[in-house]
């Protein structure tokens, strides 16, 4: 493909999806929200996106009730998928899920401590860490699990490093109630991740979009495939919608990450260029294909 701006190729390709709540049975959401459809839609999405990508990261809230057969259902949409487009498949643990079903369900496992994990994706190194907190919404990480990240931390990838993490640890100017069940004692974990090699935090849990930075690290939350949270609703402290979903492309290259908002909802297209552009751009001169998209005389622009 040939380099037509200032950068080359993102080194890595990363979907960003996040709370998905599959209901056991198929049920609907609140009566209304067909969240196994909505997950089906996601990748649908993410099959238009190319190049294609090498990891898919979901984090957290996989089922809204924690159903054993819930995981059974989300294996069968997800994997045939990434399978089919070389990617590796990063399951984190949310606030809905439980650790036993959850363990059992996704890595065939009776192990019902902590489920962090670490993936390596050709020399990316993601970290799945499991903030969740057994009976409550709210999140933490034990001091075990601290020391853990450490270790891990202790040696740098390649490629450098990405969080996965469910809750995400930056303030809520825009939905105060989460600040009732955020991450507990943010800074424990500020003080690993600070001069490490960890590039980037991947979050959900809020059902919105947000953006910020953590021990001088970006912090992206991606929006959930099931509903999403009205940032500014009236007369409401909280306000579902069935509205606004979407999952987040993330571009790694050498000295940042790019981060990508893609809405569940297609649009009602008002202009277009076709697909037949991009082949025809391959075979010209790149200052022949400049002007072409520059020139605000050119049939191009016309």
């Known amino acids: 493909m040939k380099q037509l701006g200032q950068y080359a190729a993102p080194r890595h390709v990363v979907a960003h999806l996040s709370d998905p709540h599959l209901i ?10 067909d969240n196994d459809a909505n997950l089906r839609r996601t990748l649908d999405r993410l099959a238009a996106v190319h190049p294609a990508p090498q990891a898919i990261v979901f984090t957290g809230d996989l089922a809204d009730r924690a159903e054993p057969d ?22 984190t643990m949310g606030n ?4 036993a079903p959850y363990a059992r369900g996704l890595f065939d496992s009776d192990d019902t401590g902590p489920q962090d994990r670490v993936h390596e994706v050709d020399g990316l190194r993601i970290v799945a860490l499991d903030t969740s907190v057994p009976g409550y919404h709210h999140g933490d990480l034990t001091p075990d699990q601290l020391a853990w990240l450490t270790d891990v931390l202790a040696t740098p990838a390649e490629h450098g490093t990405l969080l996965a993490m469910h809750h995400p640890p930056l303030p809520v100017p825009m939905l105060r109630a989460a600040e009732l069940i955020e991450l507990h004692d943010q800074q424990a974990l500020a003080d690993v991740v600070a001069g490490t090699d960890v590039r980037g935090i991947l979050a959900g849990h809020l059902h919105l979009s947000t953006w910020s930075t953590f021990a001088g ?19 409401r402290f909280v306000s579902g919608v ?20 893609v809405p569940l909802e297609r649009g009602v297209e008002v202009s277009h260029i076709g697909s037949d552009i991009a082949e025809a751009l391959e075979t010209i001169p790149l200052e022949q294909a400049r002007e072409l998209a520059s020139s605000k005389t050119s049939q191009f622009n016309s």
């Open 217 to 235: 690290v970006p912090v992206s939350v991606a929006a959930a495939s099931c509903y999403t949270t009205d940032p500014a609703p009236e007369d």
């Open 24 to 33: 056991g049975g198929g049920g609907l959401h609140y009566g209304v929200i």
């Open 242 to 261: 069935d509205a606004n979903q979407a999952f987040t492309m993330v571009h790694t290259y050498d000295d940042r990450l790019v981060h990508t908002l």
């Open 70 to 91: 819930v995981y059974d259902t989300l294996r069968s949409i997800v994997e045939p998928f990434a399978a089919g487009i070389g990617a590796t498949v990063v399951w």
């Open 96 to 99: 809905h899920d439980e650790r």
